[in-house]
């Protein structure tokens, strides 16, 4: 082992900025982690995430070998023994129930790991189930279904322009927080407030005065889930002040006819009414987006999971259309990244509606079912009922709407067996853990968010610690676990080779690869050689030439999403006298439910307090700082309330992620903090029915004094 200092290069994983990070080690010890100043796209920015990445890899509570659950205890197995348990286990299971008696839940951290991107596919088709869920449904859903039925692919996602735009508008997102979502941002705060310094204009609309809003030109409250009542106003004054402009695009668009005569009863009277935002300024704030050169709207979280999260997110693409923002430098554009480039053919377009789940007959996409669903399916018998579980770096428990319900569920299950390094909340049920190498022992490409970005670049780091012996990558359970089911299912299975050769053949036959650019020949071999990766550009118009539709025509009136504006135009709010609309909220140092068991991102002032107006607490006879207990339907936690005049009136918020303090979790750190789970108030009934994504903001509550 050598003494000396040793500098590495490498992409954060903890959030969907991938921040380069400048790693020093001496040994087995990390000496420092910094930013990566030669990074093309952080230069050098880092968040307090990032530092973390060392206690991951030195947690005591991080599993290195598989374990297997007696009773209440948790016994260290081999790979040997565990691969037999998970491969006869779900092999008995599917013969004697059917193949669908077994489910997959895939979490939001998986998405963060090639290994599992690459690899996972391959293992579920062996299980051959239909019973596919994933954080999708708690999350971005609405993003990618109203990408596929419009340009014709899921992850066909125009970009903000942010670095060249002169007027950008966020709804329901919060970038200074999240470190842009479905918009790879590193450095947003220094990035938004450019906008600013050029001349331009910042708008944040939210319930909340986030701290996007507080660097933001200008901040509208709005209220919880009438968003699509604004969006649809604006669309209808961009139609009848004359303001839709002329593209490039026009010709390559159908049903703006349709749109315009859906949207004709949508006045910005009745957005006022439900939203709290005056007609003048929703007028206003269309006018000046339509004026503006270099101007988009982005909208993330806040208008996704919602009730009309699928309409507000189809909205948003039409409102751009009519700018002329999308497609065109400082609007929205497609990335244009070294792998997995969309264009028309490009796999995992995605499907709608192919069927339905068993119980309340919500609608799958892309081969999965809404995770409001997944407790139903476990907990409810007959054909088809769900009695296994397979979890991939995922927490339900935590993250899932209707917590109770979903606990409920995985105690009842007959297996389940988790790939993950926590004994967490969910995993806490499990029969069997199965888990991954660190972070820090395996090499690292980003799949997933360098099609999200907002500048273009490619870079592969290789692993910073050689793993101990007997340990294993995700990737290689995968194979192990999918090689003996398919052995006792009699079918056949392939074990892949490494993710990284998978993806260096991706390269090679993608849009900068040697056969298409000739003149880069990008390949593996040349971005490995690139430890602070390859700047591949500005984002650029390319839509054009990338619209996979059927006839390569925009499809601005989606027959699914147009109907829909019915169950928006007869909504009826019905709410009690003393109810407030619940909201979620993030964290600069937080990441949903697995960034609480690292004393540097949990220490200092406490951030799982609830958020409260002053004038409700008053209304109510509460004390700031004092305890109280908020109900939904579904159930009640306590907690601390803090009075703030960040909310709206009517609007209480209380974070994501928390509530680890229950029985059999191994997280020594998390069990320690005192917030609660905010999705034990959340409803599994209060859903987006369109496309059956969670609502997870504005849930009606009620609070009282403990």
């Known amino acids: 082992m050598s003494d000396s200092i040793q500098t590495h290069f490498r992409a954060c994983h903890l959030c969907e900025a991938i921040c380069g990070l400048e790693i020093k080690t001496q040994g087995d010890d990390i000496i420092s982690i910094k930013g990566d100043k030669n990074d093309p796209v952080s230069h050098g920015f880092i968040c307090p995430k990032a530092t973390a990445i060392a206690d991951i890899h030195n947690d005591p509570d991080r599993l290195r070998m598989p374990h297997k659950r007696e009773g209440d205890k948790w016994l260290e197995i081999t790979w040997d023994e565990a691969i037999e348990i998970a491969a006869q286990n779900i092999a008995s299971i599917q013969q004697e129930h059917g193949n669908d008696a077994v489910g997959f839940f895939g979490g939001n951290p998986g998405v963060h790991n090639y290994g599992n991107l690459t690899h996972g596919p391959a293992f579920r088709r062996v299980v051959r189930t239909k019973n596919h869920f994933s954080a999708t449904s708690l999350d971005q859903l609405p993003h990618q279904l109203t990408s596929w039925a419009m340009y014709g692919h899921q992850f066909a996602l125009p970009i903000p322009d942010v670095d060249q735009t002169q007027m950008m508008v966020i709804m329901g997102g919060n970038p200074l927080a999240s470190n842009g979502s479905i918009m790879t941002m590193p450095n947003a705060p220094k990035r938004l407030k450019a906008i600013k310094d050029r001349g331009g204009k910042l708008v944040v609309i939210d319930p909340r005065r986030t701290e996007t809003a507080n660097i933001a030109s200008q901040h509208l409250f709005i209220k919880p889930g009438a968003d699509a009542y604004v969006l649809m106003a604006m669309i209808n004054t961009l139609f009848t002040n004359e303001l839709v402009k002329e593209t490039h695009l026009s010709d390559y668009t159908k049903g703006l006819d349709t749109v315009r005569a859906a949207v004709s009863g949508f006045t910005l009277e009745r957005a006022e009414a439900e939203s709290g935002i005056s007609v003048k300024q929703i007028q206003n704030l269309t006018e000046e987006l339509a004026n503006t050169d270099k101007a988009v709207l982005y909208g993330r979280m806040g208008v996704s999971v919602q009730e009309f999260g699928a309409l507000c997110q189809w909205a948003i693409q039409v409102i751009n259309i009519l700018i002329g923002a999308t497609d065109s430098v400082g609007g929205a554009m497609l990335t244009s990244p070294a792998f997995a480039y969309v264009t028309n053919g490009a796999p995992g377009a995605g499907h709608f509606d192919r069927f339905k789940s068993r119980v309340s007959g919500l609608p799958e996409f892309s081969g999965e079912l809404p995770a409001v669903t997944l407790a139903e399916e476990i907990l409810t018998p007959g054909d088809g009922q769900i009695k296994a579980m397979v979890t991939i770096a995922g927490n339900p428990v935590i993250s899932s709407a209707n917590s109770s319900d979903m606990e409920r569920a995985f105690e009842s299950l007959d297996f389940y067996v988790a790939f993950d390094f926590y004994i967490n909340a969910t995993t806490r049920h499990a029969n069997l853990i199965l888990p991954p190498t660190s972070p820090l022992e395996h090499d690292h490409f980003d799949i997933a968010f360098l099609r999200f970005a907002v500048h273009n670049s490619v870079r592969l780091n290789p692993a910073i610690f050689e793993p101990q012996k007997g340990h294993l990558h995700d990737w290689e359970a995968f194979n192990l676990v999918g090689k003996r089911l398919a052995e006792l299912k009699n079918i056949d299975f392939k074990p892949l080779p490494a993710p990284a050769d998978l993806v260096d053949h991706g390269i090679q036959n993608d849009v900068y690869g040697p056969a298409q650019n000739p003149t880069m020949s990008l390949t593996m071999a040349k971005v490995k050689a690139a430890p602070h990766g390859i700047d ?122 928390w509530g680890h303090n229950k029985k059999g979790v191994k997280l020594n750190i998390a069990v320690q903090q005192q917030g609660v789970n905010c999705n034990e108030l959340t409803d599994d009934k209060f859903i987006d029915q369109l496309c059956g994504n969670a609502a997870l903001n504005g849930v009606p509550v009620t609070v009282e004094a403990a």
């Open 536 to 657: 591949l550009g500005p984002l650029k118009p390319s839509l054009t030439t990338r619209i996979a539709t059927k006839d390569g025509l925009i499809d601005c009136a989606p027959g699914f999403l147009i109907n829909d504006l019915n169950r928006l135009a007869d909504r009826n709010v019905v709410t009690g006298k003393n109810d407030l609309l619940l909201i979620g909220r993030r964290h600069i140092r937080s990441n949903n439910s697995w960034m609480h068991n690292y004393h540097r991102l949990v220490k200092g002032k406490p951030r799982w307090q609830l958020m409260m107006h002053p004038d409700d607490l008053a209304s109510r006879g509460l004390d700031d700082q004092s305890e109280v207990i908020i109900k939904s339907r579904v159930g009640e936690v306590k907690t601390i309330v803090i009075a703030t005049d960040e909310l709206m009136p009517g609007v209480v918020s209380l974070p994501h992620g």
